[in-house]
């Protein structure tokens, strides 16, 4: 499991690059956003107030090894999951999965990025399901 927990604004990635082998893409999302409001703008910059999201997307890895809070549309390949404005602040551990076949056999990384300039959000994640072989396209 991994779990943000900030003491200020910020903007937090963490991702795993490799070539995609499977279909699908599964994890469990855990959400506690003290703030008590969702903003997400096109951006992962914790400078473009107000800024409070947490997502997780499948990124092209040339794109990450670029920037890794880019969120340009060719760059993301498919948004797992975003929050959104009115999404319940807090939720226990929930199922998210995404179908990923379109993408087997591409360098790719999957990234979980949560951005915090409201107040304190603890986004976690686990038991990630997918399927990625490490080194490069071979």
């Given amino acids: 499991a991994g779990m943000t927990n900030q003491s200020g604004a910020g903007a937090h990635v963490l991702y795993r690059c490799g070539v995609l082998r499977s279909r699908s893409v599964s994890f ?3 959400i506690n956003n ?4 969702f903003s997400s703008p096109p951006t992962l910059d914790h400078n473009a107030f107000p800024n409070q999201q947490f997502r997780a ?3 092209s890895a040339s794109a990450i090894a670029a920037d890794p809070f880019t969120v340009a549309p060719g760059d993301v390949l498919v948004n797992l999951y975003q929050t959104q404005p009115g999404d319940p602040n807090v939720s226990g551990y929930r199922q998210v999965s995404v179908d ?3 993408f087997v056999g591409r360098d790719v990384c999957i990234r979980f990025a949560e ?3 409201l107040f304190f959000f ?3 994640v686990d038991a990630v399901s997918i399927d990625l ?3 490069g396209a071979k």
Avoid: C, F, I, P
């Fill in 34 to 37: 003290q703030a008590g409001v």
């Fill in 133 to 135: 072989r490490t080194g």
């Fill in 115 to 117: 951005v915090d300039d």
């Fill in 122 to 124: 603890h986004a976690g």
């Fill in 57 to 59: 997307d499948l990124v």
């Fill in 100 to 102: 990923t076949s379109a």
């Fill in 28 to 30: 469990q999302l855990y």
